[in-house]
T-cell receptor, first 113, second 115 residues
Framework: GNSVTQMEGPVTLSEEAFLTINCTYT??????LFWYVQYPGEGLQLLLK?????DKGSNKGFEATYRKETTSFHLEKGSVQVSDSAVYFC????????????FGKGTHLIIQP | NAGVTQTPKFQVLKTGQSMTLQCAQD?????MSWYRQDPGMGLRLIHY???????DQGEVPNGYNVSRSTTEDFPLRLLSAAPSQTSVYFC??????????????FGPGTRLTVT
């Protein structure tokens, strides 16, 4: 079956530090890959996506590249802000997608001023 | 557009009580789904629907019922609540394309506590 593995936190960084959150996946076929973000007390928001190998998704300074050879979709940001503090979920959608997203367990990111 | 809306935001139930979590979307999405979020577990799919009148089970369906009488609404029913159903519940919807579905849009969640 499908699975997503991501580094578990909490991850604590200082403001303006470089961020990497690792995500690897197992799936049949060619899944679409996503990063969702959950701010405290809120629902999940789509942060970025990639639908085929070598695609790069980007949004709000965050980037992730779909690497089929390493089955990875690592999230990066060059300079984090306190407002980036949240829980980040890596997820995949495979096949027709009708059986829903497969999520990683989430990474809690804490940015200190 | 309001997007995906869920009610109530918070609910406390006693063991054995029943209730319905409401979910509605105004984006004319064919696909709707329910997830539960538990600490350290990520989100897990409970039930999903690919259109009015069509529902199917996800990863953790036991203890929950769903129906889809309209495109807009997808309620989740707990027939006899148990403490193991204490969780945060998210409803999501997605538009379809040839051969499958796109990314899902999530509601704000319902935090349920069963005592």
């Amino acid at each position: 079956g499908n699975s997503v593995t991501q580094m578990e936190g909490p991850v604590t960084l200082s403001e303006e530090a470089f961020l990497t959150i690792n995500c690897t996946y197992t799936a049949t076929g060619y899944p679409s890959l996503f990063w969702y973000v959950q701010y405290p007390g809120e629902g999940l928001q789509l942060l970025l996506k990639a639908t085929k190998a070598d695609d790069k998704g980007s949004n709000k300074g965050f980037e992730a590249t779909y690497r089929k050879e390493t089955t990875s979709f690592h999230l990066e940001k060059g300079s984090v802000q306190v407002s980036d503090s949240a829980v980040y979920f890596c997820a995949l959608l495979s096949g027709g997608g009708a059986d829903g997203l497969t999520f990683g367990k989430g990474t809690h990111l804490i940015i200190q001023p | 557009n309001a997007g995906v809306t869920q009610t109530p935001k918070f609910q406390v139930l006693k063991t054995g009580q029943s209730m319905t979590l409401q979910c509605a979307q105004d984006m004319n999405h064919e696909y709707m789904s329910w997830y539960r979020q538990d600490p350290g577990m990520g989100l897990r799919l409970i039930h999903y629907s690919v259109g009015a009148g069509i529902t199917d089970q996800g990863e953790v369906p036991n203890g929950y019922n769903v129906s889809r009488s309209t495109t807009e609404d997808f309620p989740l029913r707990l027939l006899s609540a148990a403490p193991s159903q204490t969780s945060v519940y998210f409803c999501a919807s997605s538009y379809s394309r040839t051969g499958g579905y796109y990314e899902q849009y999530f509601g704000p969640g319902t935090r349920l506590t069963v005592t």
